[in-house]
């Protein structure tokens, strides 16, 4: 329990929010191990990768990764009467171009809290533009998952769950005046190079300074 303006609130290590301007400098904290920078993509990688998640499904929380800290902050509650149609995260030790970690939607048969950490089957992914941006989504499976697991490729999801996941996020902005383009989805080739890319960029940038 933490309090908040004289509220007690449950989190998982979660954060909420300052004004834009004060986000960094309030939640700077030192010698704290960060999800995004301390733990590797995986040991099987592009295959199975770790991923981190920030937003259970189910959620109509739009949390993220506060990336100074590490922590899980609440960015916003989405504007539309939407839920997150899978456990949504990051992989670890990735960079892309719109400055964040690369995004990876695992499909389960339980909500994953954030914070928690599973082994992702990449399956494929779904190519998005984001406001004039790419914005690209890993879709996996939990490997740990005896419902999911058997699945080898995004081919083999039910239809109904690539529809549900597209529709959501051609929806999921729209009250907030902002554009979102689902493009396609593709096998898991096509996710294994995006990852890999990924990692490439974020060794460039993080560890080759």
Known sequence: MILHNGYF????LCVLLPP????ENRFKINNMKNPWHDIIPGDDVPN???ACIEISKGSKGKFELHKE???IMLDRVLFSSVHYPANYGFIPQTYCEDNDPLDILVI????????CLLNAKVVGVMRMIDNGEADDKIIAVAANDMSVNHVNDIS???PHNLKE???????YKKLENKEVKVDDFLGKEKAFE???DSIELYKKTFLNN
């Not at 609130?9 to 998982?12: I, M, N, R, T």
């Not at 389960?108 to 914070?115: A, G, W």
């Open 156 to 158: 083999e999801l039910p």
């Open 69 to 71: 800290s590490g922590l």
């Open 194 to 196: 995006i990852i890999n």
């Open 165 to 171: 996941i597209k529709r959501f996020f051609e929806d």
């Open 20 to 23: 834009q301007k004060n986000r």
């Open 108 to 115: 389960t048969s339980i909500e994953v809290p954030p914070l």
């Open 9 to 12: 609130l449950k989190c998982y």
């Open 48 to 50: 199975v990768v770790n």
